[in-house]
T-cell receptor
Framework: LAKTTQPISMDSYEGQEVNITCSHN???????ITWYQQFPSQGPRFIIQ???TKVTNEVASLFIPADRKSSTLSLPRVSLSDTAVYYC?????????????FGAGTRLAVHP | NAGVTQTPKFQVLKTGQSMTLQCAQD?????MYWYRQDPGMGLRLIYY???????DKGEVPNGYNVSRLNKREFSLRLESAAPSQTSVYFC??????????FGDGTRLSIL
């Protein structure tokens, strides 16, 4: 299982773009990169998933370089409501989501 | 849209008591999962069920049992609660090879 490393915490201000980088040096060929968001007193919520290059949805963008040893979650123009913990997971969906490991995540605090 | 519903939301037990945490999903998902989350930490998988009628151990199964009652429901039982099982418990469900949908958790304190 690919181990991931993320910053423990980050601070930002409303309206700024936030980039959270995740390192996964031993990612396997079949592995995808998945990001979840967790608000206090709630369960994690799926944000975005990607395999290579760039993926964008209505919430975020995910940038994956050619060597796939890291990935960056980009949140455009954050607001106070984006304050949450963000988890980076690496694994093969076909291998079962039971194989994915949640680390401690990155605590993002957005300030007025 | 109910999604994944967990009951109860809060519970306090005494050491040695037993309890069953309930989870139900209305998305017709095959796979269901139970996790625990301790303060400041990520989620750890307790048990999962790939499909109705099957269950398998996850990372931290000791002290727990599960039942996949039908496609919708997946329960977690603590036979003899211990203070080390004080945690927030999350249930999740998913389609094969798709991201998981989580409930809002059961906060369990064992005195």
């Amino acid at each position: 299982l690919a181990k991931t490393t993320q910053p423990i915490s980050m601070d930002s201000y409303e309206g700024q773009e936030v980039n959270i980088t995740c390192s996964h040096n031993n990612i396997a060929t079949n592995d995808y990169i998945t990001w979840y968001q967790q608000f206090p007193s709630q369960g994690p919520r799926f944000i975005i998933q990607g395999y290579k290059t760039k993926v964008t949805n209505e919430v975020a963008s995910l940038f994956i370089p050619a060597d796939r040893k890291s990935s960056t979650l980009s949140l455009p123009r954050v607001s106070l409501s984006d304050t949450a913990v963000y988890y980076c997971l690496v694994g093969s969906p076909s291998g079962g989501y039971n194989k994915l490991i949640f680390g401690a995540g990155t605590r993002l605090a957005v300030h007025p | 849209n109910a999604g994944v519903t967990q009951t109860p939301k809060f519970q306090v037990l005494k050491t040695g008591q037993s309890m069953t945490l309930q989870c139900a999903q209305d998305m017709n998902h095959n796979s269901m999962y139970w996790y625990r989350q301790d303060p400041g930490m990520g989620l750890r998988l307790i048990y999962y069920s790939a499909s109705e009628g099957t269950t398998d151990k996850g990372e931290v199964p000791n002290g727990y049992n599960v039942s996949r009652l039908n496609k919708r429901e997946f329960s977690l039982r603590l036979e003899s609660a211990a203070p080390s099982q004080t945690s927030v418990y999350f249930c999740a469900s998913s389609r094969p090879n798709q991201p998981q949908h989580f409930g809002d958790g059961t906060r369990l304190s064992i005195l």
